[in-house]
């Protein structure tokens, strides 16, 4: 059974670093891209970006180039993602998903429960 | 980015009647397109990928029309667990965007 646990709530104050995680189960880690995906509060979704686990090769959407780092350690099938430097605009709930091929469209098929950060002095 | 645009924002329905979201997005994708359904407070769930297949788990009353510019979510026979929202996305290029979704309420 494929299983994306993500790990728990945080709070953090503004200027804080936090990385997150995101655990694999059930397939090949290597073999397929994991997105990353923000829901701020009561708002909709926003594609972050996507890395493969098998080269580390990493898309970044524009909005969040150089405010976030993805990173994966295959030796635990876990990816990462990391903030420097908080905002309270960071404040969101964040999932993790598989990006899986059909028939050559991508699309997030198995997704993490999300993790819920939340930033603010 | 491409920019994707859903309607209507919200619509209201009843158990039993049909309903249809549309999304249009702002250049010609193909077929590289997705629906998901997300519940308060829960992760999204893939419903449809590839603009027409939909994922397997689906129910068959959930649909997906379109190509190009152009693509619809109809849901027929509505029943009680599809009171949810619904996010459409494009994967033809990256940032793979979503569009901002559609409220299905009980009237």
């Known amino acids: 059974e494929v299983q994306l646990v993500q790990s728990g709530a945080e709070v953090k104050k503004p200027g804080e670093s936090l990385r997150i995680s995101c655990k694999v189960s059930g397939y090949r880690f290597s073999r397929y891209w994991i997105g990353w995906v923000r829901q701020m509060p009561g708002k909709g979704l926003e594609w972050m970006g996507i890395?493969?686990?098998?080269?580390?090769?990493?898309r970044y959407g524009p909005s969040f180039e150089g405010h976030v780092s993805m990173s994966v350690d295959k030796s635990s099938d876990t990816t990462f993602l990391q903030w420097n430097n908080l905002k309270e605009s960071d404040t969101a709930i964040y999932y993790c998903?598989?990006?899986?091929?059909?028939?050559?469209?991508?699309?997030?098929?198995?997704w993490g429960q999300g993790t819920l950060v939340t930033v603010s002095s | 980015d491409i920019l994707l645009t859903q309607s209507p924002s919200s619509l209201s329905a009843s158990v039993g009647d049909g309903v249809t979201i549309s999304c249009r997005p702002s250049q010609n994708i193909s077929i590289y397109f997705n629906w998901y359904q997300q519940k308060v407070m829960k992760a999204p769930k893939l419903l449809i990928h590839?603009?027409?297949n939909l994922q397997s788990g689906v129910p068959s009353r959930f649909s997906g029309s379109g190509t190009g510019t152009d693509f619809t979510l109809t849901i027929t026979n509505l029943q009680p667990e599809d009171f949810a929202t619904y996010y459409c996305q494009q994967t033809y290029s990256t940032p793979g965007t979503f569009g901002q979704g559609t409220k299905v309420e009980v009237k």
């Open positions: 998903a598989r990006h899986e091929e059909f028939e050559g469209v991508m699309a997030f098929d198995y």
């Open positions: 590839g603009a027409v």
């Open positions: 890395i493969f686990p098998g080269d580390s090769d990493t």
